[in-house]
């Protein structure tokens, strides 16, 4: 399954950021340079779905039942290589995970009814046939295409290009034990980024942690607008 090979590299990288490991990221980096000439289409982009993991005499994986590719396997892979990317700053990996959005872009987003696609043919083109036709189903929900939207963001303007990022929550304050609202978007190597200013309702707030990116909501009976501003150290706002 090669979207799991891909998602156990981009959780590697993850898991170090809270338990620094060098071992996390040296299988990790091992994967990321592994997958390309095992699982992606070399040719005309993205990710394929199933291989044999026992390669073939030739030395080639063979397809285990067909050369579709899924969308949620596109996401474990931009994923992946953006983390990598952006942990150590490797150039291959940075083009890895560039040609694997560019392909996702290009094919899975479906720009005449809306959604994306659940699978598409190696060359591309929508598979529409049975419940793979639909954009909702037993299998498939919204789930990877957000989570890809937000971390994708995430990674490209912390860890690649070292920009500001906002985020914004519409908490209950009693909502949340302490009144402790928790904005880091996921976890990120340390020192990599941190929380610079908030604002509570449009006005300037001041009670926050900047390290721990952590938030101590004023006390409200109704609902507040936070907006968070993630900075990267030693950067420009």
Same mark, same amino acid.
């Given at each position: 399954m090669v979207g799991h090979n891909l998602k156990i590299a981009w959780n590697l990288m993850r898991v170090a950021a809270l338990r620094p490991d060098p071992e996390y990221r040296r299988l990790a980096e091992q994967i990321g340079r592994t997958m390309p000439d095992v699982g992606?289409? #070399?040719?005309?982009?993205?990710?394929?779905?199933? %291989?044999?993991?026992? =390669?073939?005499? $030739? *030395?080639?994986?063979?397809?285990?039942?067909?050369?579709?590719?899924?969308?949620?396997?596109?996401?474990?892979?931009?994923?992946?290589?953006?983390?990598?990317?952006?942990?150590g700053g490797d150039t291959e990996f940075l083009r890895q995970a560039r040609e694997s959005a560019a392909f996702y872009n290009a094919f899975f987003l479906d720009h005449d009814e809306g959604g994306v696609y659940f699978n598409v043919l190696a060359n591309g083109l929508p598979y529409l046939l049975g419940t793979e036709r639909l954009k909702g189903s037993h299998s498939m929900s919204l789930y990877?295409?957000?989570?890809?939207?937000?971390?994708?963001?995430?990674?490209?303007? #912390?860890?690649?290009?070292?920009?500001?990022?906002? %985020?914004?929550?519409? =908490?209950?304050? $009693? *909502?949340?034990?302490?009144?402790?609202?928790?904005?880091?978007?996921?976890?990120?190597?340390?020192?990599?980024?941190?929380l610079g200013a908030v604002e509570v309702d449009g006005s300037p707030y001041h009670d926050f942690d900047p390290v721990t990116m952590t938030v101590r909501l004023p006390r409200s009976a109704s609902d507040l607008t936070v907006r968070a501003r993630l900075t990267v150290p030693g950067e420009r706002d």
């Open positions: 992606a289409d #070399l040719r005309r982009g993205g990710w394929y779905d199933v %291989l044999d993991r026992i =390669p073939a005499a $030739d *030395g080639r994986h063979r397809f285990t039942w067909h050369d579709r590719k899924a969308w949620w396997q596109q996401e474990q892979g931009i994923l992946a290589y953006l983390i990598l990317a952006g942990n990877h295409a957000t989570e890809l939207c937000l971390l994708a963001t995430v990674y490209q303007r #912390l860890l690649i290009r070292r920009e500001p990022l906002d %985020l914004w929550f519409r =908490p209950r304050p $009693d *909502g949340f034990p302490d009144r402790l609202l928790r904005v880091a978007p996921d976890l990120l190597p340390p020192g990599r980024a941190q």
